[in-house]
C-alpha cells in the first residue's frame, strides 16, 4: 500500500512560478517511478511528467516541457513538480501517483494522491 499526499497548490497570475510537493509513504518498497498527472475542468486526466525512483530518468508532455522539472528526494520519499512560466491552461487539479512496473510510464499507475488545484489567471 502506498500512500501520497500533495501540497503547494494555488491561485496565481500567469507567468509565475509554484512549486508542487508530494509526500510518498511506501510500507511496500518496489516503486519504480513517481509521475505528475493533472485534470483540467470538463477534461481526462492527462500525464504532465514523471521520474524513476533509483535513477532519476525523467520525462514530460510536450505541453509543459521546458517550464516544469520534477524531481525526487528519495531520503525524505518526496517528489516535486516545479513549475514556472505558468500559463492559464496549466489550470487543473495536480496529482501525483506512483507506479511499480516499469512498462508504459506515462500511463496505469498504481496509488494516487488526492490532488490539489492550481489556478492560473491572466
Known amino acids: 500500500q502506498v500512500h501520497l499526499v500533495e501540497s503547494g497548490g494555488g491561485q496565481v497570475q500567469a507567468g509565475d512560478s509554484l512549486r508542487l510537493s508530494c509526500a510518498v509513504s511506501?510500507?511496500?518498497?518496489?516503486?519504480?517511478?513517481l509521475g505528475w498527472f493533472r485534470q483540467a475542468p470538463g477534461k481526462e486526466r492527462e500525464f504532465v511528467a514523471y521520474?524513476?525512483?533509483?535513477?532519476?530518468?525523467?520525462e514530460y508532455d510536450d505541453s509543459v516541457k521546458g517550464r516544469f522539472t520534477i524531481s525526487r528526494d528519495n531520503d525524505k520519499n518526496m517528489v516535486f513538480l516545479q513549475m514556472n512560466n505558468l500559463k492559464p491552461e496549466d489550470t487543473a487539479v495536480y496529482y501525483c501517483?506512483?507506479?511499480?512496473?516499469?512498462?508504459?510510464?506515462?500511463?496505469?499507475?498504481?496509488?494516487w494522491g488526492q490532488g490539489t488545484q492550481v489556478t492560473v489567471s491572466l
Open positions: 521520474i524513476t525512483k533509483r535513477s532519476g530518468i525523467a
Open positions: 511506501e510500507r511496500s518498497l518496489g516503486t519504480w517511478a
Open positions: 501517483a506512483s507506479k511499480f512496473s516499469a512498462y508504459d510510464l506515462r500511463r496505469h499507475y498504481d496509488y
